[in-house]
């Protein structure tokens, strides 16, 4: 038996030995079904070789065969057929002891009703859809469970080294380097982390590190950023709700916790939530239960917590902002990120990390960074740390018309950066360098010069006229500041 793509009504076999039933049923049932019809078993089963039927109805009392001998056959032959029986003689006990053993779906006494037999038929054709559905549903998870399972593990054993130790950009004499080796340390064990440092720094990518070197790295690991949510809003996304608890709220909805459950959670800005918010915060901690909003009772969870913020907690303890209860509890193990301006040795690495991705981004291709583009990047202090840095490179790169990234391309604010190891970092202390105001005045001149030539490419005519000198003017100066490039 093999479906017809072409149907639109369902179908139905009408069983029966009695012409003028046959001919009675059909008239019922031929506006909303295709009917096909049967005088004994032996026909019904032709038929049924070569059309796909979905239901059939069978009269109990036939020559040779009864219905539910008929309807036994069917189910061993085609189960997912529906079976109806119509009798009209009082053999009913027989029939009901044989609805187990033959799948009986109805069973009809006549005369029946047509009103009542076209419902009937109705319904079961629409059971028999919703059964069909089920079953091909059930196959396709079946046979996407394996794949589910395999795509759920690659990307695991991917996060893992993407977001592991390995994942955070440093250079053997970086700073961070020692906040690496704490986390090695501590991450196989279920003490809760408060990590501090400006915003920027990588605060969550050092909490992913925490989560993936945990034994809760197959769990899932959950963000919410405190600081950008009023408390109720806060509250309703850290914990959930139940329908109706406020306006709104037009169905049930689990909340970060809940979600989190078995692995961890990263509270980021935890140093901007309100004392009123803390207190509940710090029920969570201590009982490992909440209550969604709405909730007749609370929920026990299994959450690692890591905390991050750009405040001083301690501070803020002492002046009354911060619980000093909750800050205990968060600062099992406390970490500081160190900026960016502390770690310039890893700027060159991590610039070109940062190129990477952001040639994925902005399906772009360059070369690298020039040497001078490097050394600037390396001199500027950096005040928004790596994400500032992912930002100049994006634009940078959206910029270049060239195979290697310039200097030029560079802000004029990081451009006007003088190298570290060569000029002061402003004004003030320019006006603090040893010498009369000729050597001061040499200092800012050449610094003048440099970011100049830079921004021309070292186009000399260009940053000649800029300047209003002449090219050999210039080249007078920069041989006396030793920035004459070979």
Not at 125 to 133: G, K, M, T, Y
Not at 144 to 152: D, H, I, K, T, W
Not at 284 to 301: H, T
Not at 377 to 386: E, F, I, K, Q
Request: charged residues 25%.
């Amino acid at each position: 038996m093999t479906a017809n793509p072409k149907r639109r009504l369902p179908t139905v076999l009408v069983v029966d030995d009695e012409l003028r039933s046959q001919e009675a049923l059909r008239r019922t049932l031929e506006d909303d079904f295709e009917v096909f019809t049967a005088s004994n078993a032996e026909q019904a089963q032709r038929i049924m070789e070569t059309e796909w039927v979905q239901i059939i109805v069978c009269d109990q009392r036939m020559p040779g065969m009864t219905g539910v001998e008929f309807l036994k056959t069917v189910r061993s032959q085609w189960p997912d057929t529906l079976r109806i029986i119509l009798s009209g003689y009082t053999d009913a006990e027989d029939i009901i002891a044989g609805v187990n053993e033959a799948g009986i779906y109805q069973y009809l006494m006549k005369p029946w009703q047509p009103e009542q037999l076209l419902l009937t038929l109705q319904t079961a054709a629409s059971v028999h859809r919703l059964q069909q559905e089920n079953q091909r549903l059930s196959l396709e998870l079946r046979t996407a469970e394996p794949v589910l399972a395999r795509r759920v593990e690659a990307k695991n054993e991917r996060a893992k080294r993407e977001f592991a130790l390995d994942g955070l950009i440093r250079t053997p004499g970086s700073p961070l380097n020692a906040v690496c080796d704490l986390v090695g340390k501590i991450a196989p064990f279920d003490l809760s982390v408060l990590i501090s440092g400006e915003s920027g720094t990588g605060k969550e990518m050092l909490a992913r590190a925490i989560h993936y070197c945990s034994r809760r790295a197959d769990k899932a690991f959950v963000i919410e950023h405190c600081g950008a949510l009023p408390d109720q809003l806060l509250e309703a996304e850290l914990f959930g709700y139940k329908r109706g608890a406020f306006t709104g709220a037009y169905e049930d909805r689990s909340g970060r916790f809940q979600q989190a459950d078995g692995g961890t959670i990263f509270l980021d800005e935890i140093g901007d939530t309100s004392p009123v918010f803390q207190v509940k915060l710090l029920r969570v901690l201590q009982e490992g239960e909440f209550r969604p909003l709405g909730a007749a009772r609370p929920l026990s969870v299994d959450v690692r917590v890591v905390a991050a913020t750009h405040h001083d907690l301690e501070a803020d303890v002492r002046t009354g902002t911060f619980r000093e209860d909750l800050y205990y509890r968060l600062a099992t193990m406390t970490l500081h990120v160190p900026a960016l301006r502390e770690r310039a040795m890893d700027i060159p690495l991590l610039a070109g990390r940062l190129l990477e991705a952001s040639q994925k981004a902005l399906g772009k291709v360059v070369d690298g960074f020039s040497t001078e583009a490097l050394a600037c990047l390396a001199a500027y202090p950096w005040p928004g740390n790596v994400r500032e840095l992912q930002n100049e490179i994006l634009r940078m790169l959206a910029l270049s018309d060239s195979p290697r990234l310039g200097a030029d391309l560079l802000a004029p604010r990081i451009l006007r950066t003088p190298a570290v190891d060569q000029q002061p970092d402003n004004l003030l202390d320019l006006i603090a360098v040893d010498g009369g105001l000729k050597e001061r005045m040499e200092a800012l001149e050449a610094r003048v010069l440099k970011e100049t030539l830079i921004r021309h490419r070292w186009n000399k005519s260009r940053a000649a006229s800029e300047l209003g000198l002449s090219r050999v003017g210039l080249r007078n100066k920069l041989l006396r500041y030793g920035l004459e490039r070979a």
